[in-house]
Protein backbone atom coordinates (compact mmCIF):
# COMPACT_ATOMS: atom_id res chain seq x y z
CA UNK A 1 0.00 0.00 0.00
CA UNK A 2 2.67 2.43 1.11
CA UNK A 3 4.44 1.57 -2.30
CA UNK A 4 1.58 2.06 -4.18
CA UNK A 5 0.84 5.62 -2.67
CA UNK A 6 4.58 6.71 -3.00
CA UNK A 7 4.29 5.86 -6.53
CA UNK A 8 1.23 7.87 -6.79
CA UNK A 9 2.90 11.05 -5.42
CA UNK A 10 5.53 10.88 -7.91
CA UNK A 11 2.87 10.79 -10.90
CA UNK A 12 1.40 13.78 -9.78
CA UNK A 13 5.03 15.45 -9.28
CA UNK A 14 6.16 14.22 -12.99
CA UNK A 15 2.62 15.02 -14.36
CA UNK A 16 2.67 18.63 -13.46
CA UNK A 17 5.78 19.09 -15.60
CA UNK A 18 5.85 20.17 -19.54
CA UNK A 19 8.28 19.78 -21.85
CA UNK A 20 8.47 22.44 -24.66
CA UNK A 21 11.76 21.06 -26.86
CA UNK A 22 10.88 21.04 -30.69
CA UNK A 23 8.97 24.11 -30.20
CA UNK A 24 9.86 27.34 -31.42
CA UNK A 25 8.94 30.48 -29.54
CA UNK A 26 7.45 32.34 -32.51
CA UNK A 27 5.26 29.31 -33.41
CA UNK A 28 7.14 28.43 -36.54
CA UNK A 29 8.52 25.10 -36.97
CA UNK A 30 12.77 25.02 -36.90
CA UNK A 31 14.49 24.43 -40.58
CA UNK A 32 16.65 21.25 -41.23
CA UNK A 33 19.93 21.69 -43.37
CA UNK A 34 19.21 17.95 -43.51
CA UNK A 35 15.64 17.84 -44.49
CA UNK A 36 15.32 15.29 -41.88
CA UNK A 37 11.61 15.41 -40.44
CA UNK A 38 11.17 16.85 -36.48
CA UNK A 39 10.27 14.05 -34.08
CA UNK A 40 7.04 14.66 -32.31
CA UNK A 41 6.80 16.00 -28.75
CA UNK A 42 6.06 13.80 -26.26
CA UNK A 43 2.72 12.58 -25.18
CA UNK A 44 2.33 14.33 -21.72
CA UNK A 45 2.36 12.15 -18.75
CA UNK A 46 -1.23 11.26 -17.34
CA UNK A 47 -1.91 12.67 -13.72
CA UNK A 48 -3.92 10.20 -11.00
CA UNK A 49 -5.86 12.14 -8.95
CA UNK A 50 -5.42 11.80 -5.32
CA UNK A 51 -8.52 10.36 -3.31
CA UNK A 52 -8.41 12.50 -0.42
CA UNK A 53 -7.31 15.97 -1.93
CA UNK A 54 -6.86 18.54 0.21
CA UNK A 55 -8.90 21.93 -0.04
CA UNK A 56 -8.32 25.80 0.43
CA UNK A 57 -8.70 24.68 4.36
CA UNK A 58 -5.62 22.46 3.56
CA UNK A 59 -7.40 19.31 4.55
CA UNK A 60 -9.74 16.83 3.38
CA UNK A 61 -13.80 17.49 4.08
CA UNK A 62 -14.87 14.77 5.59
CA UNK A 63 -17.94 16.13 7.89
CA UNK A 64 -20.85 14.04 7.72
CA UNK A 65 -18.65 10.49 6.56
CA UNK A 66 -20.47 7.01 7.02
CA UNK A 67 -18.98 4.26 9.21
CA UNK A 68 -18.40 2.77 6.22
CA UNK A 69 -16.40 5.96 4.36
CA UNK A 70 -14.48 6.28 7.74
CA UNK A 71 -13.62 2.42 7.55
CA UNK A 72 -12.27 2.43 3.65
CA UNK A 73 -9.60 5.80 4.70
CA UNK A 74 -8.68 3.32 7.33
CA UNK A 75 -8.63 0.20 5.53
CA UNK A 76 -6.46 2.33 2.67
CA UNK A 77 -4.07 4.10 4.85
CA UNK A 78 -3.38 1.92 7.86
CA UNK A 79 -0.22 -0.41 7.50
CA UNK A 80 -0.61 -4.20 8.90
CA UNK A 81 2.56 -6.10 10.44
CA UNK A 82 2.90 -8.12 7.38
CA UNK A 83 2.60 -5.22 4.85
CA UNK A 84 5.13 -2.88 7.04
CA UNK A 85 7.97 -5.02 6.21
CA UNK A 86 10.29 -2.61 7.40
CA UNK A 87 9.08 -2.70 11.29
CA UNK A 88 7.16 -5.20 13.06
CA UNK A 89 4.53 -2.86 13.91
CA UNK A 90 1.95 -0.81 12.63
CA UNK A 91 1.60 2.64 10.94
CA UNK A 92 -0.30 4.86 9.85
CA UNK A 93 0.59 6.65 6.66
CA UNK A 94 0.59 10.28 6.11
CA UNK A 95 0.61 11.60 2.62
CA UNK A 96 -0.22 15.06 2.73
CA UNK A 97 -2.41 16.09 -0.85
CA UNK A 98 -3.12 12.39 -1.18
CA UNK A 99 -5.15 10.89 1.73
CA UNK A 100 -5.69 14.17 3.69
CA UNK A 101 -4.85 15.58 6.52
CA UNK A 102 -8.72 14.66 7.07
CA UNK A 103 -10.31 17.82 8.36
CA UNK A 104 -11.98 15.73 11.50
CA UNK A 105 -10.42 13.14 12.98
CA UNK A 106 -11.15 9.59 12.87
CA UNK A 107 -11.48 7.51 16.45
CA UNK A 108 -9.42 3.82 15.65
CA UNK A 109 -9.11 0.96 17.98
CA UNK A 110 -6.36 -1.43 17.57
CA UNK A 111 -6.74 -3.99 19.63
CA UNK A 112 -4.62 -7.07 20.12
CA UNK A 113 -6.25 -10.42 21.08
CA UNK A 114 -4.88 -13.67 22.44
CA UNK A 115 -6.22 -17.07 21.33
CA UNK A 116 -5.63 -20.05 23.29
CA UNK A 117 -6.97 -23.05 21.34
CA UNK A 118 -8.06 -26.44 22.88
CA UNK A 119 -8.46 -29.57 20.80
CA UNK A 120 -12.54 -30.40 21.67
CA UNK A 121 -13.59 -33.99 22.08
CA UNK A 122 -13.22 -36.53 19.05
CA UNK A 123 -10.13 -34.83 17.13
CA UNK A 124 -9.33 -38.88 16.39
CA UNK A 125 -12.19 -39.27 14.07
CA UNK A 126 -14.88 -39.55 16.35
CA UNK A 127 -18.02 -37.95 17.60
CA UNK A 128 -17.37 -34.19 17.86
CA UNK A 129 -18.79 -31.47 20.05
CA UNK A 130 -21.00 -30.67 17.24
CA UNK A 131 -22.53 -34.40 17.00
CA UNK A 132 -20.81 -34.98 13.49
CA UNK A 133 -17.98 -37.49 12.52
CA UNK A 134 -14.30 -36.19 11.55
CA UNK A 135 -10.95 -36.69 9.83
CA UNK A 136 -9.64 -33.67 11.00
CA UNK A 137 -9.16 -31.85 14.29
CA UNK A 138 -12.17 -29.84 15.68
CA UNK A 139 -11.37 -26.81 18.08
CA UNK A 140 -12.26 -24.61 20.68
CA UNK A 141 -10.66 -21.47 21.59
CA UNK A 142 -10.78 -18.67 24.10
CA UNK A 143 -10.19 -15.17 23.03
CA UNK A 144 -9.45 -12.05 25.32
CA UNK A 145 -7.90 -8.83 24.72
CA UNK A 146 -4.15 -8.14 25.87
CA UNK A 147 -3.56 -4.76 24.32
CA UNK A 148 -5.93 -1.75 23.25
CA UNK A 149 -4.35 1.50 21.58
CA UNK A 150 -7.23 4.50 20.59
CA UNK A 151 -5.80 6.62 18.32
CA UNK A 152 -7.49 10.00 16.78
CA UNK A 153 -6.22 9.77 12.82
CA UNK A 154 -5.97 12.49 10.31
CA UNK A 155 -3.10 11.00 8.84
CA UNK A 156 -1.30 14.80 9.60
CA UNK A 157 1.30 12.56 10.72
CA UNK A 158 2.57 8.98 11.14
CA UNK A 159 2.32 6.96 13.43
CA UNK A 160 3.43 3.61 14.91
CA UNK A 161 2.43 1.63 17.32
CA UNK A 162 4.61 -1.75 18.63
CA UNK A 163 3.50 -5.29 18.67
CA UNK A 164 3.19 -6.72 22.08
CA UNK A 165 6.29 -8.76 22.52
CA UNK A 166 5.07 -11.61 24.80
CA UNK A 167 1.87 -11.92 22.39
CA UNK A 168 4.17 -11.96 19.55
CA UNK A 169 6.94 -14.36 21.00
CA UNK A 170 8.80 -16.88 19.06
CA UNK A 171 9.09 -18.94 21.78
CA UNK A 172 5.38 -19.06 22.56
CA UNK A 173 3.17 -21.87 23.12
CA UNK A 174 1.87 -23.84 20.44
CA UNK A 175 -1.58 -23.71 21.74
CA UNK A 176 -1.30 -19.64 21.60
CA UNK A 177 -2.13 -17.54 18.88
CA UNK A 178 -2.97 -13.51 18.28
CA UNK A 179 -5.47 -11.82 16.50
CA UNK A 180 -4.68 -7.95 15.52
CA UNK A 181 -8.11 -6.07 15.02
CA UNK A 182 -8.54 -2.15 13.76
CA UNK A 183 -11.55 -0.86 14.41
CA UNK A 184 -13.79 2.54 13.59
CA UNK A 185 -14.83 3.95 16.29
CA UNK A 186 -15.65 2.24 19.82
CA UNK A 187 -13.59 -0.77 20.96
CA UNK A 188 -15.35 -4.00 20.06
CA UNK A 189 -17.66 -5.55 22.55
CA UNK A 190 -17.69 -9.59 22.95
CA UNK A 191 -21.52 -9.67 20.75
CA UNK A 192 -18.78 -7.91 17.62
CA UNK A 193 -16.01 -11.11 18.27
CA UNK A 194 -15.38 -13.73 15.67
CA UNK A 195 -17.43 -17.42 17.00
CA UNK A 196 -14.98 -19.34 14.54
CA UNK A 197 -11.04 -18.79 14.26
CA UNK A 198 -10.08 -21.84 11.37
CA UNK A 199 -7.16 -22.89 12.34
CA UNK A 200 -4.53 -24.42 9.43
CA UNK A 201 -7.61 -23.86 6.79
CA UNK A 202 -5.08 -22.26 4.88
CA UNK A 203 -5.34 -19.08 3.36
CA UNK A 204 -8.32 -16.70 1.23
CA UNK A 205 -7.84 -15.13 -1.81
CA UNK A 206 -6.19 -12.51 -0.68
CA UNK A 207 -3.67 -14.38 0.66
CA UNK A 208 -4.61 -14.93 4.26
CA UNK A 209 -6.66 -16.94 6.96
CA UNK A 210 -10.31 -15.43 7.03
CA UNK A 211 -11.62 -14.27 10.39
CA UNK A 212 -15.71 -13.32 10.58
CA UNK A 213 -16.10 -10.59 12.72
CA UNK A 214 -19.29 -10.00 13.48
CA UNK A 215 -19.03 -6.29 12.85
CA UNK A 216 -19.05 -3.82 10.18
CA UNK A 217 -16.64 -1.45 11.98
CA UNK A 218 -14.00 -3.64 11.38
CA UNK A 219 -11.34 -2.21 9.07
CA UNK A 220 -8.74 -4.76 8.52
CA UNK A 221 -7.17 -7.70 10.62
CA UNK A 222 -4.56 -9.99 11.30
CA UNK A 223 -4.29 -13.53 12.19
CA UNK A 224 -1.36 -15.08 13.72
CA UNK A 225 -2.33 -19.04 13.99
CA UNK A 226 -1.26 -20.96 16.80
CA UNK A 227 1.77 -23.09 15.37
CA UNK A 228 0.74 -26.65 16.34
CA UNK A 229 -3.18 -26.76 17.90
CA UNK A 230 -3.10 -30.08 17.44
CA UNK A 231 -1.13 -31.28 20.94
CA UNK A 232 -3.30 -29.10 23.00
CA UNK A 233 -5.49 -30.43 25.67
CA UNK A 234 -8.56 -29.19 25.76
CA UNK A 235 -7.93 -26.72 28.50
CA UNK A 236 -5.52 -25.15 25.83
CA UNK A 237 -2.24 -26.86 27.24
CA UNK A 238 0.09 -28.64 25.33
CA UNK A 239 0.44 -32.48 25.60
CA UNK A 240 2.85 -33.69 23.05
CA UNK A 241 5.83 -32.48 21.18
CA UNK A 242 4.51 -31.02 18.14
CA UNK A 243 7.03 -32.85 15.94
CA UNK A 244 5.54 -36.08 17.23
CA UNK A 245 1.86 -34.78 16.40
CA UNK A 246 1.94 -33.58 12.38
CA UNK A 247 -1.65 -31.63 11.56
CA UNK A 248 -4.02 -33.42 10.01
CA UNK A 249 -3.12 -31.70 6.43
CA UNK A 250 0.26 -33.31 6.52
CA UNK A 251 -0.94 -36.94 7.46
CA UNK A 252 -1.05 -39.23 4.28
CA UNK A 253 -4.07 -40.40 2.72
CA UNK A 254 -4.93 -44.18 2.34
CA UNK A 255 -6.04 -44.56 -1.04
CA UNK A 256 -7.09 -48.09 -1.13
CA UNK A 257 -9.28 -48.25 2.18
CA UNK A 258 -9.74 -52.19 2.63
CA UNK A 259 -12.58 -51.26 4.69
CA UNK A 260 -14.41 -50.51 1.14
CA UNK A 261 -13.93 -54.16 -0.19
CA UNK A 262 -14.83 -56.50 2.62
CA UNK A 263 -13.61 -59.66 2.30
CA UNK A 264 -16.04 -61.87 1.08
CA UNK A 265 -17.80 -64.91 2.40
CA UNK A 266 -17.43 -67.41 -0.21
CA UNK A 267 -14.44 -68.41 -2.73
CA UNK A 268 -14.24 -70.15 -6.12
CA UNK A 269 -11.40 -71.23 -8.56
CA UNK A 270 -10.58 -69.71 -11.46
CA UNK A 271 -9.34 -72.92 -13.25
CA UNK A 272 -12.81 -73.78 -12.69
CA UNK A 273 -14.50 -71.25 -14.25
CA UNK A 274 -11.60 -71.42 -17.32
CA UNK A 275 -12.16 -75.21 -17.53
CA UNK A 276 -13.94 -76.55 -20.78
CA UNK A 277 -16.75 -78.49 -20.32
CA UNK A 278 -16.17 -82.26 -19.84
CA UNK A 279 -18.07 -84.16 -23.05
Known sequence: MPVVAALAVAVLFTGGCSSAQGTSLSGDPSESATGVSESPSPSPTPSITPPYPTGASGCHDNEGWTVEESRDWVRRFVDMPEENHADDGLRVVSLPGYNGPLCRKITVQVEFWKLVYGVANGADGERLSDGTRSDYYDYYFDIRREKRVELHADASVERKIALP???????????????????????????????????????????????????????????????????????????????????????????????????????????????????
Open 165 to 279: ASLYATDRSPCEGALLSITVGKPLTSKELPKEVEAGAGEGVWGRATVDFRSQRVADYELSEPSAPQVCSSDGKPTADPADVPPPSSQPTDLYPTNLYPTPDRSFDIDDVLRSPTP
